[in-house]
């Protein structure tokens, strides 16, 4: 089955900086657009930044400049570096990608201190 597992929340001043992990298992990870989203307490849960099978990029107006999405097919990983992070990137991080269905992983938690 798919599974999606990240890691390397936790908590950080503001101005500092992160990487999350997520390892995926059950498909052909190469093959896939894999994905980054959050989710504040009481908010929605949001794209952060996507990444495509061909490793074009996208992301959220919010992050864009701060943080940079990263895969490494050998290892059926990608990565989410955060950088000059803030307050307001507080949150739930989520690894997700679309096999028949949207896949999450169980998420990571990033604090940011003021």
């Known amino acids: 089955q798919v599974q999606l597992v990240e890691s390397g929340g936790g908590l950080v001043q503001a101005g500092g900086s992160l990487r999350l992990s997520c390892a995926v298992s059950?498909?052909?990870?190469?093959?896939?657009?894999m994905g980054w989203y959050r989710q504040a307490p009481g908010k929605q849960r949001d794209m952060v930044a996507r990444?495509?099978?061909?490793?074009?990029?996208n992301y959220a107006d919010a992050v864009k400049g701060r943080f940079t999405i990263s895969r490494d097919n050998d290892k059926s990983t990608i990565y989410l570096q955060m950088d000059s992070l803030k307050p307001e990137d507080a949150a739930d991080y989520y690894c997700?990608?679309?096999?028949?269905?949207?896949?999450w992983g169980q998420g990571t938690q990033v604090t940011v201190s003021s």
């Open positions: 990444i495509t099978s061909g490793g074009a990029t």
């Open positions: 997700s990608t679309v096999y028949g269905r949207q896949y």
């Open positions: 059950g498909i052909i990870f190469s093959s896939y657009t």
